[in-house]
């Protein structure tokens, strides 16, 4: 069987019918992003009817090994409900190649199926016009662009809503629709170049005001796509980011001048585009900040004075994260046409909030110094802080020797977690290394706070005494040391490869993947090359995961078990393979939910069939008030498509 298409010479009337059909196949694809949606929004109301129904005639909290649970685990629902858990954790699992970690199985499952039917709506009814196909495979991607930049979205996204995740969760599958919507744009290309070629017309073409600027637009999302390569993120995710962010915004301009019939997909992600600049705009907060470096380490605490009203976010959601920009106020350099002054412009790291003082209204953050030139000025400000009073530019701190920053939040996954002291779990263990701590620290005293017989355990693993300071000084300092259910294990060298001295850790980590990818929040922990050396000390050495896990699921098997986990990957992989936490697949299995802002690091596993249907028990769901951008594509999309067919 032959190549089926060839160049054919189309009537008006033809060329008329085949546009309606690009436009109205670009639409269906479209379309078919909202039907995940619309299922789990069906889902959420059905669970908020029937907890209503129950509510009215009444009902109670089931307690661990009741025959009530054991009943409802041994019936079919149970035995579907099992299925379905064993199904979210084989998806949450890693994908290995070559010794390197590709993403996670859902990320190639569900991606593979989009990626399969946006090439099924490609063809179809395209007939044996080559030109038709060229321009599918073109209109198809333009389709995609608006949901590409909704899961991009921080402050005002969506999904997250809807979904019950976090940005830093979906931002996972808006690489992967990146690499669909650039693998359909590649064909397009393709496809119009040998067309070009085959009828001689390349030279003319290629220097046409339309056809060069869908070149640039190509080129953009090539440059994009390539500096998003790990090894380009390893190198500088400086680099990846203002390229991303630069070709984002131009983009739409460029494809609308291309390809007008994609004018409508186009002007959508422009407006979203501008509308999550303005949101996280308007969320961002001048504070004053005093920094301070922890002697024997290379962290910073920053201690940042926000107004009350944003404090209660912060406040309601422990182990959330901000993203921390330095205004113009603060900047070394003051030429607003220098590198290094518009540089801090694309600047915007986040840190975990390790505290919140609600007299005081202060928030406390923890950072790693490294490489990056938003670290390096906080050590600068935090040294000068201590020396002296510290001058930035032409501008002097105040009285305090505070330095002006911008908190931009709160965000992360801790705001989108099930009720873990409500009835919903009957234990919870917390497991941080590093820095990871942040994530777990505030949400340990959050829940002990809330619910002084909660069974909550705390485990933390820290290369060295100074590194815990941060957590065990200060009001809360006896609360931690004091408390039975928190064990911190200084792990020293025992977690660094052969070789690495003590004076080079610290650039060793710096250097890291995990380093590069957590960007300053996560430390590197390297694998135990040396299982069985321990110090004297009990607490000096490394935390039996396996050991924790296994006691936290051994007091019943119908006990409901929240496992939360912050801190480096291989960490993370190592507490998902043991033995107990496998059970999770049979009992309360576990989502991955990335805690750090750019995914894949810093790691919290809760319960995801609680996800769903969170927070809507009582009234109304409140997210479709937040789904106005979603309606908003949703009802452009079907008028486009109706319009097809007038």
Not at 16 to 33: N, S, T
Not at 157 to 173: I, K
Request: proline fraction near 5%.
């Amino acid at each position: 069987m032959g190549w089926p298409y060839k160049f054919i010479n189309l009537s008006d009337a033809e060329k008329h019918a085949r546009r309606q059909a690009l436009d109205r196949y670009a639409g269906y694809a479209q379309l078919a992003a909202f039907l995940p949606v619309a299922v789990v929004l069906i889902y959420r109301l059905a669970i908020w009817t029937l907890k209503a129904f129950k509510s009215r005639r009444g009902s109670y909290d089931v307690i661990p090994d009741s025959p009530v649970l054991k009943v409802q685990r041994r019936s079919s629902y149970g035995s579907l409900a099992t299925r379905v858990r064993k199904s979210q954790w084989w998806l949450g699992e890693d994908v290995f190649f070559l010794g390197q970690a590709w993403g996670q199985r859902d990320e190639w499952v569900f991606g593979t199926a989009w990626g399969s039917l946006m090439l099924l709506l490609c063809v179809l009814q395209t007939g044996d016009d080559y030109l038709h196909l060229t321009k599918r495979f073109g209109m198809i991607a333009a389709s995609q662009f608006p949901i590409q930049y909704l899961l991009s979205l921080k402050s005002i996204n969506p999904f997250a809503f809807v979904f019950r995740s976090s940005h830093e969760q979906l931002n996972r599958y808006h690489r992967v629709l990146g690499r669909i919507i650039y693998g359909l744009l590649v064909l397009h290309a393709t496809f119009y170049l040998n067309y070009f070629v085959q009828v001689g017309i390349l030279a003319r073409r290629i220097v046409a005001p339309v056809v060069a600027v869908g070149v640039a637009a190509f080129l953009g999302m090539t440059l994009m796509n390539t500096t998003a390569l790990r090894a380009i993120r390893q190198w500088s995710y400086r680099l990846f980011f203002i390229v991303h962010l630069i070709v984002a915004l131009l983009l739409p301009p460029l494809l609308i001048f291309h390809a007008k019939p994609a004018n409508f997909f186009m002007a959508e992600a422009f407006i979203v585009f501008i509308a999550d600049l303005v949101s996280r705009k308007l969320d961002t907060i001048m504070s004053h900040a005093s920094l301070e470096t922890i002697p024997g380490t290379n962290l910073i605490k920053i201690t940042a004075s926000v107004p009350y009203t944003k404090l209660n976010r912060f406040r309601e959601h422990p182990g959330s994260h901000i993203y921390l920009t330095i205004p113009a106020a603060a900047r070394q350099d003051t030429n607003p046409a220098s590198a290094s002054y518009l540089l801090f412009e694309f600047l915007y790291n986040p840190f975990t909030v390790a505290a919140v003082d609600e007299e005081t209204g202060d928030l406390t953050l923890v950072a790693r110094q490294r490489n990056g030139p938003l670290t390096r000025a906080l050590a600068r400000f935090a040294n000068a802080t201590r020396s002296g009073p510290v001058v930035t530019g032409d501008v002097r701190a105040n009285e305090g020797g505070k330095i002006p920053l911008g908190i931009e939040g709160p965000y992360g996954v801790s705001t989108r977690f099930p009720n873990l002291t409500g009835g919903d779990f009957d234990r919870v263990l917390l497991v941080s290394g590093g820095v990871g701590a942040t994530f777990t620290v505030p949400l340990y005293r959050a829940l002990v706070h809330d619910s002084p017989s909660a069974k909550v355990q705390l485990v933390w693993a820290v290369r060295g005494a100074g590194d815990a300071t941060w957590a065990v000084t200060g009001q809360n300092a006896k609360s931690i040391m004091d408390d039975d259910n928190v064990q911190i294990f200084l792990t020293g060298d025992m977690l660094d490869p052969p070789g690495t001295s003590r004076t080079t850790r610290s650039s060793a980590a710096s250097t890291s993947d995990t380093a590069v990818d957590s960007e300053v929040e996560m430390s590197s922990m390297y694998r135990d090359r040396r299982r069985n050396r321990y110090t004297a000390s009990h607490n000096r050495k490394r935390p039996d995961l396996r050991k924790i896990v296994d006691d936290a699921f051994k007091h019943g098997s119908e006990e409901r078990v929240a496992v939360l986990f912050c801190g480096p990957e291989d960490m993370a992989r190592e507490l998902r393979e043991h033995d107990a936490c496998r059970r999770l697949k049979a009992g309360a299995t576990s989502q991955r939910n990335t805690h750090d802002p750019k995914g894949g690091r810093a790691v919290a596993q809760v319960p995801v069939y609680k996800n769903l249907w969170l927070g809507v028990e009582k009234k109304l769901p409140p997210f479709l008030f937040a789904l106005f951008p979603v309606f908003a594509v949703l009802f452009g999309d079907l008028v486009r498509v109706s319009r097809v067919y007038i």
